[in-house]
């Protein structure tokens, strides 16, 4: 089992839909966790972190459940700016951070 | 001001070479990352450096040499190179350990013919 896993997709969506990604993770010791975006031939760049209690930030939403060792990313209310690959982050302790392999989204007009 | 600035861009070299990958932030961070990114997109660990000492170092071929000169440095340097090692590199670098967020560099494309 990979240590983190993601639905690839791609997932292709009109705007204004919302669309939710998951992510499972293998270790139940992992401490901290995030959802990075990836936009074509660029560089990841932190989209959000993801806290115990749920965090919102905007349209976007981040929740963590640890009992079933899944990350979730909600995005509502889509729009064609979006359209990226969406990188579930999982800090395992000390320096070690492991990336999922990314959840590709298109937004269509 | 780029914060993470890894050069070059591009690299086309033919199998056997020896080539560099230079890496600098501006940022003050004490940890550094190389990741490799291959043609399915999943990013992988190498190395990590915090305060220039290897923290991490991933099952990466001994062809892959890592160079910390300081904190706001890492370069990796890659032997022999084979057509396997095609990929894009991405050099980050975040503040201490757990928790932080780690910035990217643009990420250097190397393709080996």
């Known amino acids: 089992r990979k240590e983190v896993e993601q639905d690839p997709g791609p997932f292709n969506v009109p705007e204004g839909a919302t669309v939710a990604f998951n992510c499972t993770y293998s270790?139940?010791?992992?401490?901290?966790f995030f959802w990075y975006r990836q936009d074509c031939r660029k560089e990841p760049k932190l989209l959000m972190s993801?806290?115990?209690s749920g965090n919102e930030d905007g349209r976007f939403t981040a929740q963590l459940n640890r009992a079933s060792q899944y990350i979730s990313l909600l995005i509502r209310d889509s729009k064609l700016s979006d359209s990226a690959t969406y990188l579930c982050?999982?800090?395992?302790?000390?320096?070690?951070?492991?990336f999922g392999a990314g959840t590709r989204l298109f937004v269509k007009a | 001001d780029t914060a993470v600035s890894q050069t070059p861009k591009y690299l086309v070299t033919q199998m056997g070479n020896d080539k560099s990958i230079k890496c600098e932030q501006n940022?003050?961070?004490?940890?550094m990352y190389w990741y490799k990114q291959d043609s399915k997109k999943f990013l992988k660990i190498m190395f990590s450096?915090?305060?220039?000492?290897?923290?991490i170092n991933e099952t990466v071929p001994n062809r892959f040499s890592p160079k910390s000169p300081d904190k706001a440095h890492l370069n990796l340097h890659i032997n022999s190179l084979e057509l396997g090692d095609s990929a894009v590199y991405f050099c980050?670098?975040?503040?201490?350990?757990?928790?932080?967020?780690?910035?990217f560099g643009q990420g250097t494309r190397l393709t080996v013919v």
């Open positions: 980050a670098s975040s503040l201490g350990q757990v928790g932080n967020e780690a910035f």
């Open positions: 270790n139940s010791a992992s401490q901290s």
């Open positions: 993801v806290y115990s």
């Open positions: 982050v999982v800090h395992t302790g000390g320096f070690k951070t492991i």
């Open positions: 940022l003050g961070h004490d940890t």
């Open positions: 450096y915090n305060n220039k000492e290897l923290i």
